[in-house]
């Protein structure tokens, strides 16, 4: 399953998504943040103030948060990838009169298997990890706006330490500068390269990216970091987005600052005693203006990208092999490019096709692209639609549709269906004022809602007979600002829905939860949880 | 003499190139030479003649092309790229498109490669020097050379070079100092060295002996001769004058050619240079002072062109603009002789019949106002008695003679007039009649295949829109650009017509493909069109810039590379037995990828 919140006040963690900014639990002990992770069928709650970790199984006949304590000062902390267990990066302390130094550490807990916490001791005092898709790797660096807890000692913002957690390993690894350091970094799907499986990772800095081979460390073989600098001509570029291209193989970069974007193409050379069995190179294609983002489209063997920048009207095919961009003029400059494969009005062979927005400027244009004559007939491939309502938050769903949601939900009828084949935009109206919403998409597609009248609506948005959309309603003991649909069933059988309240500055919780059935959710069998963070709290001290 | 192309780099990368202009002067390109008299591409073409004053048909000249490359300059696996604004130099792995950037000095402008091998030269211009990279490697330290240096000739062997201020591609700068001076350079790995000789007036391209030993600079007063062995210091350069002060009118002899017989007794001069006290090196033919000879010479007036020499070095051959004066110069003994034809010369190329050094050694001359052409034996046909054979299609317009590298056909053409045929003359059984092929547009160049089984013929474009309405199909073909492709043996042509002028051109080492290079930056085109010389199929190669040069690597490495207009540097690889294309943009900074 897989969900996106689109209330900017959720603190939610958008799994599979690379990190961008710093988190929400950033700040050292007493911070009120409580940050909420979902694993699989039950639910972890992050308490950064007790340094404590609650995890509630829904599908227990009696509803108790178990609860262990984190290492000093936890930084972050995330589901590890693939697996339904939780990561929790912690600064530790410097020795101070009276206190010993503590490590940072990085912990991995199975609140399922309910082993004993997973602790390891790090090089240095990092203050963010990044994981790589299947979950097999973290690495741990120094995030360009944390400063290391306490403030003391020296280190270089360039050394890193990579977590293999199938060989139970960490080893220290330093990447060169150009002067900068990591902001942030990125992996590879894993796949056999030049003969071998491997992961790479890419670390971003202002004006270059790092590249390595992750697993080589682990597995004895010596890989030298390749530094790749993207500055032409002496401009700021800062690297947005990173796309891989495992066949051809290359990395296509998107960069602020820079109207071109970066191939890197990887070729197998003859490893040295100290080298890398691969050899990078860079390609520069222009796209006009600065891209904001990009989508492959075409046979795996040969993809394409497709780029668009808000900052022109006019969408770009690139042909990697080649180099050569085709701009295709645009009735609106979009943003966001979203390809999906299916038919059209005037075409019933399944292609890939391309949906194009402008979140940024919310317009209410919205176009479709049919990629596959893109590049041979472009003034036919581009149509245009005007919709009711500007767009906000895009959602690809099965079936061949797509949700178009509003951040801004105080106004009614801004929430549009769009059957991306068809191009048709149905719109979801509510009778209420809408206050959060949420899309699940994964175990099911469905809409959910919260009005100011603690109603907690929902619609299922793929309809296998296409009859009218199924919709339910539940009225709740209060408007929760917190909604997570677990993915998996628990083990009575139930998949379950997990709401409640936050904390906040201005209404601190002391954990209160509702558990609903997230098939079919009713008041009736609602169960909650409350008070859940201060459980035993006599037993363990203060709260 | 036309177009000597072009299979690849290895032929015209031995000459540094960083311009183009249009000429109908001759720059000794013959087929066994290296020119180094620069990229010549397509200018003016003229599709007919016009009437003088006194009725009688005044045609223009024969367009002489050599269409060669812009930088970058291939090595046998490398590409090297001169960027003179970073002092550096981008040598480019053409199988792994990785990127090594090194600094050779300031200014590394011009730049030549060795035929078929990883050795570059390059003139930084910021420092008069010359710098050596033997693979991704500057050798040493810089070598200085003569000021303004902007053409570098390397002999085939790629021991010796040869680097010279050429004054057609000053391109604008105050000329100072004398441009009467080159530099002989020995690349010896290990024994490297500089010398500066003294050459007749501006040189302006510079030819090698087979056996590598000599090199001749072709100049406005002679040819200066350069023999290697002789050389260990700065020094002056004996020059063989082919022009003289006090001319002796030729009298053409009544014969008519195509009788066979000679027309003329060559008149002879030693020709013999006039040095003030400078030390002549003449690999120890002669040495010391010279006093000019008596002053017997065959005429004045325009400078001889369409210089060639003859692979052992031992003659060079040239004509004069609108004269039917053939100038035999003999090298060794600098005996000048002439043979006047009974007609305007328009063009001269050299046939070598054997590999041997006993192999005669023939001059085809071309008369485009009798429909002649005329067959010189060297030196035979310029002495007293000497003879000639020739050949009259007087149903014919042919002003220009093309011979390739092996020798096995002599195309008649023309440029000058919307003549839309070639004639294709197989020399080693000339007496037979030509074949004749008959084109659908007029010619602007003409290249022969390396193994000569086919040509590209490059085509002239009318004035006016090809897609205007209401024009007959033959009004759109004038007006359309295109090429064909002609088997020389059974005479098949195929028109190629294409959406921008097709230039330049290579053909592989192996003869299987010729690319063109089609470019109108107005209507986006960018292409790099491949042609099966088998097949005679076209197949497009979109690229992402306007592409402005092209070359081939090694056989072995079957690619082509192409390189295109960027502010970063942008080449596209072409793999042409897989159809694959592998673009590297951003030479600069894959020179600073640290891997």
Redesign the interface.
Known sequence: MKYLALVACLPLVCLGCAENGDSPMKGSKGNLALQTIELGDRIAFVDTSQERVFVVDPGESQLVAKHFATHRSPLQAEKRLGKNQLLVLSAGQLEEDGEQAQPTRLTLYDPIMGNSPVSLDLPGRFTRFAQSSDGKFAILYYGESNTVSGGGGLYNPNDLAVVDWDKGMVHTRSI?SLGSKPREIVFSPRTTLFGRERTLAVVLASNYLTLFEVDAQADGIVR?V????????GKNVMPQKILFDMERPAIFVLAEGSDDIF?I?L???TATSK??DF????????VGAVPSDAAFYGPTSDQKLLVVSPRQQQIVAI???????TFIPAPIAVDRVYVFKGKSPRDSKVEDRAFLVNQSARLSTVMFADLATIENAPSLAVESWTISSAVGEVTLLSQGLALLTQKNTNSQGEISLVNLEDRTFPPIESGGRIVNTWVETGARDRLWTTSDNRRLNYVDLVNPDKAALVTGEVVLDSVPSMLIPLPKASSDGHRYLVVGKTNSSNSPSFGDITILDADAPTRKTARSLKGFLLTDSLERGQP | MLLMVLFGMACSSTTASDSSKTSNEGTGSGPNWSSSGGAISPGVINTGGVMAGGGQPVTPPEVEQTLSFMTPQAGGKYVYVANPTRDTVAIIDS?????TEVTPGDGPTYLATVPGKDIALVINAGSGTLSILRDKVVAQASLPVVKSANAIAIAPDGVHAVVWFDASRASGKTLTGSIQDVSLVNLTAGAESSYTLTVGFQPSSVVFSNDNQAAFVITKDGISKLVFAAIQGDAIAPLVRMTLANPIASKPDAGAIDSGMGTDSGMMVDSGLFLDGGLIVDGGIEAGLEVDASPVATSIGSIPIDVSVTRNGRYAVARREGSGEIILVDLESKVVRTKELPGILTDLDLWHSGSKETDPVYVFAVLRNKGSLVRLTIPDSFSANGTTESWNYPQETIGSVSIGEAGKFAILYTTALAVPRILVLPLQTVSIEPLVVTLQKSIRAVALAPDEKTALILHTKAPGNASAPGLSLEEQLDRSYGYSVVNLTGGIAKLQLTPAMPDPFVMTPDSTQAFVLLRDDASNV?IAERISLSSFKAMD?????PPNGIGTLSAASGRVFVSQI???G?I?FIDWNHD???????F???G????
């Open positions: 060169g030298t390749i530094t790749i600098p993207l500055a032409p001509g191939q193409s070729d197998a050379t080298g890398n050899r990078a190179s860079l390609t520069l294609i222009g042909n990697p092999s080649t180099g050569q961009s | 199988i792994t498109l990785a990127i960018r190669f979109p690229l992402g810039s960027h502010s970063e942008r596209s694959k294309v592998e673009t590297v943009t951003g600069a900074l894959n600073r990828i640290r891997q």
